[in-house]
């Protein structure tokens, strides 16, 4: 068991052991089905596990230049990037590093494809569709919501860049299970059936939920192989973020003071706000280890971030014995979505990132300070 002790605090403790799991769950549905899946780094980014990652998955989709560079650069296989718009400036670039460039709609499509084909003839050109179907729990995380900006719909679907299109994209779900997907797919196959066998392949988005417990995997690779059969074997894609990185690890804080203000209330050496901002934005209550609801056991404690903003605050929690200064305080379960969308508002440190070896070595891979504040202002 890692002694929490010997970690700086904060950090995100990612356990190899953790990951490689998920991957082996991953890789038994590329096995089973025949799909590829490839790793959204915009859930998922800590590229010092990306050689074991590469060994399971097939390649990484990004969602711009820098995605693309970091995908190149660290990763095997297959980079795919999509952007909701692409930039004149930054395009030539992209196609040098990219296999598949994805189009948000034929706009952008006709603008671009014939400069990105010059630079990198071998490259594939696919479509983002809206399926306007979408059973996504939250709005802020609905790409089929109404007056979506993510994929073209049917209607404004442009028959003239059949031609040059090798596949389609669709990402329309969030943290969901098989059946959403079944729903998707319907609505898909209803709006866009009569495009599918012109493909090479089409790339079912992201949001599955693949690695958690209740996910049925098996009914998985059922709809993707009836898929392949219906269609004449084509090619599929997957590309989940979080179901990579899910439950691979905490983010470990450390109490600095403890006061009561008509309740208990400890602030920690991290925050809400900068660290997990999906506690705030979606929101969303994050485990912590030991600890149960408010009023739930003998001490409850209001937990809130080292920033001044009034609503850094992960929540209400209470413990068996009093929390005091210097106890640590782990958060489980925030390797994804997490040190991807960091930030360092107020000047608050930024998390160290530690990996835990499958011997149980520990090895701090990334601290920050001053200088990472300093050098994203002038
Ligand atoms: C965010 C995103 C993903 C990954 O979604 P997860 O919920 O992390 O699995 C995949 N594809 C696209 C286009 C995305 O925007």
Request: aromatic residues 10%; negative net charge.
């Amino acid at each position: 068991m890692l002694n929490y002790n010997n970690v700086p605090s904060p950090s995100y403790v990612c356990d190899l052991g953790r990951l490689e799991n998920n991957l082996k769950t991953l890789q038994h549905v590329k096995m089973e089905s025949g799909a590829k899946i490839i790793l959204a780094l915009k859930g998922f980014a800590m590229w010092s596990t990306f050689d074991l990652v590469s060994q399971y998955l097939d390649g990484a989709t990004a969602s711009g230049l820098h995605e693309a560079q970091l995908a190149h650069e660290t990763m095997k296989g297959e980079v795919h990037t999509y952007s909701p718009a692409f930039k004149a400036d930054e395009i030539e670039e992209i196609a040098s590093i990219s296999d598949h460039i994805v189009f948000n709609t034929p706009t952008q499509l006709k603008r671009f494809a014939p400069i990105v084909k010059k630079i990198n003839p071998e490259v594939s050109i696919s479509l983002r569709v809206n399926p306007e179907f979408s059973s996504s729990p939250v709005d802020l995380y609905n790409p089929c919501g109404i007056y979506s900006r993510l994929g073209t719909t049917k209607t404004n679907f442009d028959e003239t860049v059949l031609d040059e299109l090798d596949g389609l994209n669709f990402h329309a779900l969030c943290e969901q299970n098989v059946a959403a997907l079944e729903g998707v797919l319907k609505a898909f196959e209803e709006k866009f059936g009569d495009y599918i066998d012109k493909m090479k392949y089409i790339n079912f988005g992201g949001g599955h939920h693949i690695t958690r417990e209740d996910y049925d995997v098996e009914r998985l690779i059922e709809v993707i192989k009836a898929f392949k059969q219906r269609h004449s074997s084509i090619d599929i894609y997957l590309e989940p973020g979080e179901a990579v990185g899910w439950q691979t690890g905490e983010l470990v804080a450390t109490v600095l003071d403890v006061f009561h203000n008509g309740m208990d209330v400890a602030i920690l050496d991290t925050s809400a706000e900068a660290h997990m901002p999906d506690t705030l934005a979606m929101p969303y209550r994050a485990d912590v280890r030991g600890s149960g609801e408010a009023g739930e056991k003998a001490y409850t404690y209001r937990l809130g971030g080292n920033t001044c903003l009034a609503g850094d605050i992960m929540g209400d929690y209470s413990f068996d014995t009093p929390l005091k200064v210097g106890d640590k305080v782990i958060f489980e379960d925030q390797i994804h979505y997490t040190f991807v969308k960091n930030t360092t508002f107020n000047g608050i440190k930024l998390p160290s990132l530690v990996l835990v070896h499958q011997n149980g070595d520990v090895e701090i891979v990334k601290e920050f300070g001053y200088e990472d504040y300093k050098t994203r202002l002038s």
